[in-house]
């Protein structure tokens, strides 16, 4: 029998991705909380646990969720992991997007084969249209303006996202993630020069040749209700690349803090 | 008489230029707080403000100082500078940049030649070498890597500077400058995977391609304190393009701190 294993990141994808799959067997790094019940497995013995999926007849890996880098315990090594770990450090250095490359090619010399959640479960990323509110035009020059910025960054392997108002860049998202990016943008929102003016949007996308099986840029409700604490418009993505986690109760959030949501073709 | 007229932003370095200039005519933008005394005009009257320079024999300007932009008021524009303001504001949508190069290109229109402060005071543009502590060959691979991000982000014309510990980019600088980058950096120096690696580094260089006339980045003993109180290793820069204020006093900081400072081939 063929069956999916879930890796599980934290945050509300794992579970939504749990629940669309039928009796998934379901993983995490040992130094996450996943919000869904998960057995936790080690980087250190990343071979050994690649057995085990293949072991449990498992065939195909979904990844869901975000992770955050575990602290490497060199004692911990088997011997046939150690002989891999150049390659995912050699990722490391180079920044998320090749680490995590690293790692899914090691799920697939194994025989795994890597789905995206968009494979899964289709509904969670929006194609295009506008979710909620209407995006001005300004609005809209201020979207291809950090558009613009996230795709010009995306050899750099640093972020995906950016704040853009009234034309100006406020925030740039790297390793500390898009909340932090927004309070950042809170904090300094006073630098927008026409207080009556646009008030800026939040720009999400991936990095462009980003593997599309792991860690497309997801947005939610929380996300709607930063991007209001921070005083922003509203948020816009790149259509058909972004996970939209809770849709109607992100709707709802965005009406009622009178923001627009935006899938940008 | 040919005269040098000094126009002053913020900060340590309008004083420093206007101290090795003889007799400077000092201006600034009529919203900063310049260091050193100055006679302020609007942005809404630049044409006639030009006129009373070469009408006080002005044949060189200086641009020296942090500059923030200014509210524009609609109703004080004059005939003929309301007639450059398309070219203006078609800058500021496209960056800092743009918008400064736009405003240089008006003052050489007008007759004015417009001096770098590495003209004027070679002195505070450090060259090649290390003026304190010594970068480890892993601080030199975290400046490398930051050096490449600034570089990366030079077209999008956004910032000058960006932080990166153990391979990781911790924070670009967007429009609110370094100081914010590096509070946001110390706000994060948790996500360091190695409580006990190389500590980081914050890097600045002039955008690839920037008029060096203004604008070069500057740092000086508050950015030793400030990456300091982020937790970093050092500060590293491009040799030949950044200001260093008050060079003793930085590199007496960072010796205190047990920083180092670098400037980079």
């Known amino acids: 029998m063929s069956r999916i294993a879930l890796i599980a990141g934290e945050g509300l994808l794992a579970p939504a991705i749990a629940a669309a799959l039928d009796e998934p067997l379901v993983y995490a790094l040992h130094n996450l909380n996943p919000q869904v019940p998960a057995q936790p497995f080690r ?6 646990f690649l057995d085990e999926l293949t072991d449990q007849g498992v065939t195909q890996v979904v990844f869901a969720g975000a992770i955050r880098r575990p602290r490497i315990e060199p004692d911990l090594f088997d011997q046939r992991t150690m002989a891999i770990v150049p390659r995912i450090l050699m990722g490391m250095q180079s920044g998320d997007d090749a680490a995590l490359r690293a790692v899914l ?8 084969s890597v789905l995206s959640v968009d494979q899964v479960l289709p509904d969670l990323v929006p194609g295009e249209g506008v979710l909620a509110g209407e995006p001005s035009a300004r609005d809209k020059k201020d979207a291809e303006r950090a558009a613009q910025i996230v795709q010009g ?3 750099l392997d640093v ?7 009234q034309g100006l860049c406020l925030a740039i998202e790297a390793l500390p993630g898009t909340q932090a990016m927004l309070e950042f943008a809170a904090l300094h929102s006073g630098l927008k020069p026409d207080p009556n003016g646009p008030k800026g949007v939040l720009y999400k996308a991936p990095k462009p040749g980003q ?4 860690d497309l840029p997801t947005i939610g409700p929380d996300t709607v209700r930063q991007a209001a604490a921070a005083g922003l418009g509203g948020i816009a993505w790149e259509a058909g690349s972004v996970i939209l986690l809770e849709r109607e109760a992100a709707i709802d ?10 899938a940008r073709p």
């Open 153 to 155: 960054m995306g050899p």
């Open 43 to 48: 980087l250190e013995r990343l071979v050994p």
């Open 211 to 214: 593997d599309r099986r792991i």
């Open 159 to 165: 972020g995906q996202g950016a704040v853009v108002a």
């Open 253 to 262: 959030a965005a009406n009622a803090a009178g923001l627009f949501l935006w």
């Open 105 to 112: 090619d090691v799920f697939e010399e194994a025989g795994l």
